[in-house]
């Protein structure tokens, strides 16, 4: 099965940054389509970006400029840089996996961030 394992989440002050991190195994991972999203209390989960295995990105309206997903495929992990990071960031953010070939999805347990200040 496809195991996704997020890191790198936590408490940060307005203006800060992080980078969380999605190691993912099981999975030809350079053929999947990766992405970041979330969800804040009381709301839909939301996509951040994603990155298709040829580097295509889309962000969020919310985060362009702000926020970076990359994709290091050696390694096999997805990144997401996320700076001047604002209270409305708050959320568990999720790691998800769609294989390109046979659109099977697979998501991550979740990591929390929290902006404030």
């Known amino acids: 099965q496809v195991q996704l394992v997020e890191s790198g989440g936590g408490l940060v002050q307005p203006g800060g940054s992080l980078r969380l991190s999605c190691r993912a195994s099981?999975?030809?991972?350079?053929?999947?389509?990766m992405g970041w999203y979330r969800q804040a209390p009381g709301k839909e989960r939301e996509m951040v970006a994603t990155i298709t295995s040829g580097g295509s990105t889309v962000y969020a309206d919310s985060v362009k400029l702000r926020f970076t997903i990359s994709r290091d495929n050696v390694k096999n992990t997805v990144y997401l840089q996320m700076n001047s990071l604002k209270p409305e960031d708050t959320a568990v953010y999720y790691c998800?996996?769609?294989?390109?070939?046979?659109?099977?999805?697979?998501w991550g347990q979740g990591t929390q961030v929290t902006v404030s200040s």
């Open positions: 099981g999975t030809i991972f350079s053929i999947n389509t």
């Open positions: 998800n996996a769609r294989n390109e070939i046979s659109s099977r999805s697979s």
